[in-house]
């Protein structure tokens, strides 16, 4: 079994579609750790998450990159579109001369063991913040520590596009304004969007690994 930690039912749904192992969803709520590249982030969360359930787990993350603010928002996509807005984050591209953008997801999958060598990237260090917030959260309390070296892999997905006008119905998040091959994200039926997305991608990837793994 395979813990999938997300609040999203829809993420889980597209999960399976990949994944011939049962894939079940864990509700862990934990602090984020800032850093300016998905990888940390997603490794960081499948560490937390598999210290916290004790069996194997995978967390996903994705960001819109746009070319003409040289990446951003990136990793601080969720917070931007909850603060700027997606439809003002086009009026700031729209006067540019570069629209060119792209999805960027990773999924980052945690056991506890190490892994055999393989093309797909692993991150094996906790990064030096979150260490010191976690040695801060667990010091008061007796016989509990922190353990950062648990290897995660990564598996990315990446898709190009443009910075468009709003345009469908359907999608959510940065879907309205992100276009690729002349639709937008939100014109496109969930399963077109699956078939194509950055997520669909490293879940791709990830299933393939996962299916031919030594475990």
């Not at 395979?2 to 993420?11: E, P, S, Y």
């Not at 006067?95 to 692993?122: I, L």
């Amino acid at each position: 079994m395979l813990r999938f930690v997300t609040t999203n039912a829809g993420k889980v749904r597209e999960a399976r579609e990949y994944l011939d192992e049962e894939v079940t969803r864990l509700d862990f709520d934990y602090r984020e750790v800032q850093a300016d590249d998905l990888a940390t982030v997603a490794a960081d969360g499948a560490r937390k998450a598999y210290e916290h359930a004790g069996e194997p787990v995978f967390v996903d993350d994705a960001g819109l990159f746009v070319d003409a603010f040289d990446g951003f928002p990136g990793p601080y996509s969720s917070y931007v579109e909850d603060t700027v807005g997606v439809e003002r984050l086009w009026r700031l591209t729209e006067p540019e001369d570069d629209h060119g953008a792209a999805f960027r997801g990773v999924v980052a999958y945690c056991d506890g063991e190490e892994f055999a060598a393989s093309p797909e990237p692993v991150d094996r260090d906790r990064r030096g913040q979150d260490q010191d917030a976690d040695t801060r959260a667990t010091a008061t309390t007796d016989d509990q520590v922190a353990d950062g070296d648990h290897p995660v892999k990564i598996f990315e997905g990446y898709v190009p596009g443009t910075i468009v006008p709003p345009r469908g119905e359907g999608g959510f998040g940065y879907d309205p304004i992100f276009e690729y091959d002349g639709r937008t994200f939100a014109e496109m039926s969930p399963e077109e969007k699956n078939a194509v997305s950055h997520r669909g991608k490293a879940l791709a990837e990830f299933a393939e690994w996962y299916e031919n793994a030594d475990r």
